[in-house]
């Protein structure tokens, strides 16, 4: 089970932290990602964390940062310099098999938190 929080609404330029909850056993073992979803679009890949390895999508590069603490089973996404179009609603994903080639694709994705809006107001 997977629970997703600290979204919220912020202005273009700040800052927003969002954390994922992790719950069961082998949470080191999972492939673990954000994703989101805008208002009519599809669900796109945000960032992920793979063995110590992060990937990001060319639209948040450099701005956001995803962490985890396998101690705590949770995994986290540190967003800055907001802009609008970082406006939606974020899930945090965990994958069993996800391979290098397929860790952008939700649909490598086992288990899926529930979300957390994200507001960017310019």
């Known amino acids: 089970q997977l629970q997703a929080s600290g979204g919220g609404l912020v202005q273009t330029g700040d800052s927003l932290r969002l954390s994922c909850a992790a719950s069961?056993?082998?949470?080191?073992?999972?492939?673990m990602g954000w994703f989101r979803q805008a208002p009519g679009k599809e669900r796109e890949f945000v960032a992920t964390?793979?063995?110590?390895?992060?990937y990001y999508s060319d639209s948040v590069k450099g701005r956001f940062g995803i962490s985890r603490d396998n101690a705590k089973n949770m995994v986290d996404l540190q967003m800055n310099s907001l802009k609008p179009e970082d406006t939606g609603v974020y899930y945090c994903?965990?994958?069993?098999?996800?391979?290098?080639?397929?860790?952008?694709?939700?649909?490598?994705?086992?288990?899926w938190g529930q979300g957390t809006l994200v507001t960017v107001s310019s």
């Open positions: 069961g056993a082998a949470f080191s073992r999972y492939t």
């Open positions: 964390i793979r063995r110590g390895i992060t």
């Open positions: 994903a965990a994958s069993a098999g996800a391979i290098t080639s397929t860790i952008r694709d939700s649909r490598a994705y086992n288990y």
